[in-house]
């Protein structure tokens, strides 16, 4: 049985990426798509002590709409100095902020305009740090050559060619999935209803969806990975379904 799922990349992504990466055997990210402005592809919040931070890669724009998500250049550099600071302030009194603070400084020193390079790296270190072993393939692979369509035509061309019985939809995939479409081709749609769970944060009260950053500097990596799928579905769960 193989399960797959496929996603835009995202920087800094939320909890909810996360789990989805560990209910999957396959991960395809969809950089061969058109890029899509204020979304969360180049930007992610974080919680500072003057609320919520939000975190923004500068991209060149113009001409977005003919361009896919791996052709897109990072605007200019100042981002990457603005983007730690932030992090810094907000973060450098978390319990496990000095257990990760290296790589990240580091991260935000390096150079180039490749967005996707930038964000992938970024997100292979994360799905690491939380011991997430799920195969990750790119759209843009030769590999993927011919396959093409638009959402669930391309969804459905993904999961013949991994010869999947189940794909990963996020919750948004009910408002474009024809369920019985898939079942006539011998896949089981699984639509992720994310529950956010509650955890220990920094500045008053709790605020959801924030960058899996805030989770990993407040509580580690262990904690972390546990606390993504409480009342969540698993991936025993998922395979008994």
């Given at each position: 049985?193989?399960?797959?799922?496929?996603?835009?990349?995202?920087?800094?992504?939320?909890?909810?990426?996360f789990?989805?990466?560990?209910?999957?055997?396959?991960?395809?990210?969809?950089?061969?798509?058109?890029?899509?402005?204020?979304?969360?592809?180049?930007?992610?919040?974080?919680?500072?002590?003057?609320?919520?931070?939000?975190?923004?890669?500068?991209?060149?724009?113009?001409?977005?709409?003919?361009?896919?998500?791996?052709?897109?250049?990072?605007?200019?550099?100042?981002?990457?100095?603005?983007?730690?600071?932030?992090?810094?302030?907000?973060?450098?009194?978390?319990?496990?902020?000095?257990?990760?603070?290296?790589?990240?400084?580091?991260?935000?020193?390096?150079?180039?305009?490749?967005?996707?390079?930038?964000?992938?790296?970024?997100?292979?270190?994360?799905?690491?740090?939380?011991?997430?072993?799920?195969?990750?393939?790119?759209?843009?692979?030769?590999?993927?050559?011919?396959?093409?369509?638009?959402?669930?035509?391309?969804?459905?061309?993904?999961?013949?060619y991994?010869?999947?019985?189940?794909?990963?939809?996020?919750?948004?995939?009910?408002?474009?999935?024809d369920?019985?479409?898939?079942?006539?081709?011998?896949?089981?749609?699984?639509?992720?209803?994310?529950?956010?769970?509650?955890?220990?944060?920094?500045?008053?009260?709790?605020?959801?969806?924030?960058?899996?950053?805030?989770?990993?500097?407040?509580?580690?990596?262990?904690?972390?990975?546990?606390?993504?799928?409480?009342?969540?579905?698993?991936?025993?769960?998922?395979?008994?379904?």
């Open positions: 049985m193989t399960h797959l799922t496929a996603m835009q990349p995202a920087y800094l992504p939320w909890l909810g990426f789990h989805k990466a560990m209910l999957a055997d396959v991960f395809v990210i969809l950089d061969d798509v058109q890029f899509e402005r204020n979304s969360f592809i180049n930007r992610n919040k974080v919680k500072a002590q003057q609320g919520e931070q939000w975190l923004t890669i500068p991209l060149k724009t113009v001409g977005h709409l003919d361009k896919t998500i791996r052709q897109m250049e990072i605007a200019d550099d100042r981002w990457r100095k603005k983007h730690w600071q932030t992090i810094y302030n907000a973060y450098h009194k978390a319990p496990y902020f000095k257990e990760y603070a290296g790589f990240f400084e580091a991260f935000y020193r390096r150079e180039g305009r490749s967005f996707i390079e930038q964000v992938c790296f970024m997100q292979y270190i994360l799905l690491d740090f939380l011991g997430i072993k799920t195969t990750i393939k790119y759209q843009s692979s030769p590999e993927f050559k011919g396959i093409t369509g638009h959402k669930q035509e391309l969804i459905l061309n993904l999961c013949k991994f010869n999947a019985d189940t794909f990963i939809f996020g919750s948004q995939g009910r408002n474009y999935a369920v019985e479409l898939f079942r006539q081709h011998g896949i089981r749609c699984y639509f992720q209803d994310y529950q956010h769970p509650v955890y220990p944060q920094q500045w008053g009260e709790f605020v959801p969806n924030m960058s899996i950053i805030d989770l990993l500097f407040n509580v580690g990596a262990n904690r972390a990975r546990e606390i993504i799928k409480e009342g969540n579905t698993t991936k025993s769960e998922l395979l008994e379904g």
